[in-house]
Nanobody
Framework: QVQLVETGGGLAQAGGSLRLSCAASGFTFSTFAVSWYRQTPGELRELVATIGPRGTTNYADSVKGRFTISRDNAKNTMYLQMNSLKPEDTAVYYC????????????WGQGTQVTVSS
């Protein structure tokens, strides 16, 4: 059974940093691309960053240069280092592993709340 557990959210001031973690289980983590998403109330879930099985990364324009996605296949864990945070980064952040044609393979977890104050 696939399980994805996000941790590390919290309150930060604008310009500050947070590091999110996602512990994955129930699938062969090392062979899949994994992604971070975020969602604010009333909005669609947004793709933030993706890292492929070999470490290739892609970022949404809104976070490029500020966020860094990484993975530790030995620990079945992925990370999102968020620097230079802005109030518009406030959201619930989720991890999942995307299907090539759209959608995701895993269920959505509880997410972790990130709140950035100005």
């Amino acid at each position: 059974q696939v399980q994805l557990v996000e941790t590390g959210g919290g309150l930060a001031q604008a310009g500050g940093s947070l590091r999110l973690s996602c512990a994955a289980s129930g699938f062969t983590f090392s062979t899949f691309a994994v992604s971070w998403y975020r969602q604010t109330p009333g909005e669609l879930r947004e793709l933030v960053a993706t890292i492929g099985p070999r470490g290739t990364t892609n970022y949404a324009d809104s976070v490029k240069g500020r966020f860094t996605i990484s993975r530790d296949n030995a620990k079945n864990t992925m990370y999102l280092q968020m620097n230079s945070l802005k109030p518009e980064d406030t959201a619930v952040y989720y991890c999942n592993f995307p299907r090539p044609g759209g959608g995701t393979y895993g269920p959505w977890g509880q997410g972790t709340q990130v709140t950035v104050s100005s």
